[in-house]
C-alpha cells in the first residue's frame, strides 16, 4: 500500500462522506452548530444512509489475479 492512499483507508472514505452530506455547501454561525451537525451526522447516518455507507466502506477492491497480458 502506498504512504499515502486516502482511498483505501476505510477512515478517510467516511469523512469524505459525512463533508459531502453535512458540510458542503452549509454555513454554520457558529462553533456549536457545526459540531451537532457533524454529530447527528455520525450518529444517524447508519439508519438514512445505510445503503451508500454499505457499499462505500467496504474492503473489495479491485482484483487482478485472473489478468491476460498480451505481447505485442
Given at each position: 500500500?502506498?504512504?499515502?492512499?486516502?482511498q483505501?483507508?476505510?477512515?478517510?472514505?467516511?469523512?469524505?462522506?459525512?463533508?459531502?452530506?453535512?458540510?458542503?455547501?452549509?454555513?454554520?454561525?457558529?462553533?456549536?452548530?457545526?459540531?451537532?451537525?457533524?454529530?447527528?451526522?455520525?450518529?444517524?447516518?447508519?439508519?438514512?444512509?445505510?445503503?451508500?455507507?454499505?457499499?462505500?466502506?467496504?474492503?473489495?477492491?479491485?482484483?487482478?489475479?485472473?489478468?491476460?497480458?498480451?505481447?505485442?
Open positions: 500500500m502506498p504512504s499515502y492512499s486516502p483505501l483507508n476505510l477512515i478517510e472514505r467516511y469523512w469524505r462522506f459525512l463533508r459531502k452530506k453535512c458540510l458542503y455547501s452549509t454555513y454554520y454561525p457558529d462553533f456549536a452548530k457545526f459540531k451537532t451537525a457533524i454529530e447527528q451526522c455520525i450518529t444517524w447516518a447508519h439508519y438514512k444512509y445505510s445503503e451508500e455507507l454499505e457499499s462505500l466502506l467496504t474492503w473489495n477492491f479491485q482484483s487482478f489475479k485472473k489478468v491476460q497480458v498480451s505481447t505485442v
